[in-house]
Every structure is written in structure tokens, then in C-alpha cells.
T-cell receptor
């Protein structure tokens, strides 16, 4: 079975600065996706960024980028130029075989 | 435009009284999921439908059932809710060719309270 670990329950960042959220996972599958999802308070979960495991190049989406280390089974999210609207719960997730396995999530607060 | 819609947003039910949560989608996705999310915990997959094929997670209690009458709708039935079943229930969909998950789209969730 696969597991996803997010060891930091909370983080805080100053507006306009950069923050990195950590995630590690364990799987025996060779083909899979990794995701970061954002869940704002009382709002639905939305996809932030996605990484295919077979791609070595790290995914980027505007201010969001990942550091994917397949051998180390590490998948961190970097948020650059943090904005107040980035404050939310962030979940790392692993996907394959029609399943998504989530980590416990990290609450990110952004200080003005 | 809402793509995955869950009704109701908030549901209060009595201990032991059957309750049904509903989910509909306008995305025509072939996979639909039900997750249980308790406070400060990871969403936990209860089961999913791949088209009409029902896939139950090994540790999902028998108290939880699901129905998918057509592509657009999926229901979560809790036959005898206990206090421990109070949680946020998330419905999600994905288009999943070849069973390699690409992205899931979530509804806003239904917050279930058991009294």
C-alpha cells in the first residue's frame, strides 16, 4: 500500500516571500502521478500542480513549482511571491489505479 | 459553473437513522469517489466507481454503502450513523483512461453531524 507523509502540520510565510512545503511518499508502483491540492477554508479542494512520475523535469505553474526527487520519494511544493489568497490547507497526494492517497495536510498561513 | 455538486452542504442526522448524501457531476467523468475527512486528518477513500464497477476499500465499514444509478449521480448511504461518522464527506470525479489518475475534481463537501 502507498503512504503519503506530510510531517509539518503548520507553516507561516510573509507575504511576497517564498515557502516550501514538504512531502514524502512510499509506493511500489512505477507509474503514478503526484499532486498538490489546495483546500481553502469552507471551499472545495482544487488542484495546484501535478507531476507525472516518469518525467524528470519538475512541474511549474506560475508561482508554484515542485521539487520531485523520485529516488528519494520526495515531492515538495514551492510557492514564490506568496499572496494572502494562498492561505489554505495543502494536501500532497499520490495517484494511480484510479485512486488518490492523501497526506494529512499542512495549514499555510500568510502574514501581511 | 459548478462541476461537482454535493447536496446538502450540511446534514444533521440522528444516531442510528439512515442518511443519504448525494453528488452530481457535469464533467461526464467515468470515475467517482467518496472520501471521508475528519478534522485535521487526510481525506480517506471509502470507495469509488469506475464506470459501473464498484470498488470498496478494504477498511471501509459495512455501514457505508454507495449507489451510482448513472454517470452523473452518485450517492453515499450511511445505514446506521454513529457519533464517529461525523465528518466532512467529499465527492470527487476524474477522467481516468487506463486507470492512471490524472486529476480529481472535488465538490464542496457535505458536513455531517450526528446527534
Amino acid at each position: 500500500a502507498q503512504t503519503v507523509t506530510q510531517s509539518q502540520p503548520e507553516m507561516s510565510v510573509q507575504e511576497a516571500e517564498t515557502v516550501t512545503l514538504s512531502c514524502t511518499y512510499d509506493t511500489s508502483e512505477s507509474d503514478y502521478y503526484l499532486f498538490w491540492y489546495k483546500q481553502p477554508p469552507s471551499r472545495q479542494m482544487i488542484l495546484v500542480i501535478r507531476q507525472e512520475a516518469y518525467k524528470q523535469q519538475n512541474a511549474t505553474e506560475n508561482r508554484f513549482s515542485v521539487n520531485f526527487q523520485k529516488a528519494a520519494k520526495s515531492f515538495s511544493l514551492k510557492i514564490s511571491d506568496s499572496q494572502l489568497g494562498d492561505a489554505a490547507m495543502y494536501f500532497c497526494a499520490w495517484g494511480a489505479n484510479s485512486k488518490l492517497t492523501f497526506g494529512k495536510g499542512i495549514t499555510l498561513s500568510v502574514r501581511p | 459553473d459548478a462541476m461537482v455538486i454535493q447536496n446538502p452542504r450540511y446534514q444533521v442526522t440522528q444516531f442510528g437513522k439512515p442518511v443519504t448524501l448525494s453528488c452530481s457531476q457535469t464533467l461526464n467523468h467515468n470515475v467517482m469517489y467518496w472520501y471521508q475527512q475528519k478534522s485535521s486528518q487526510a481525506p480517506k477513500l471509502l470507495f469509488h466507481y469506475y464506470d459501473k464497477d464498484f470498488n470498496n476499500e478494504a477498511d471501509t465499514p459495512d455501514n457505508f454503502q454507495s449507489r451510482r444509478p448513472n454517470t452523473s449521480f452518485c450517492f453515499l448511504d450511511i445505514r446506521s450513523p454513529g457519533l464517529g461518522d461525523a465528518a466532512m464527506y467529499l465527492c470527487a470525479t476524474s477522467r481516468d483512461p487506463g486507470r492512471l489518475n490524472t486529476e480529481a475534481f472535488f465538490g464542496q463537501g457535505t458536513r455531517l453531524t450526528v446527534v
